[in-house]
């Protein structure tokens, strides 16, 4: 039995995860909650212009 697909699943999965900015953004939340170990210099270069450029 040959198993055909209507569209190609790895371009749907793709597809479906968010844009990397909000991967990203994720991972940086996760990291300045302390719910995952801060990566380094990840961290440390995204805090520093947070500072230097704060939202309000």
Known sequence: MK???KSDPLKR???AYPA????LDML?????Q???PKAEPF??????VKQ???KS
């Open 3 to 5: 198993i055909t697909h």
């Open 13 to 15: 999965r793709a597809e």
């Open 20 to 23: 990397v900015e909000e991967q």
């Open 28 to 32: 940086w939340h996760a990291m300045d």
């Open 34 to 36: 302390g719910a995952i």
């Open 43 to 48: 961290y440390t270069t995204l805090q520093k």
């Open 52 to 54: 230097q450029h704060p």
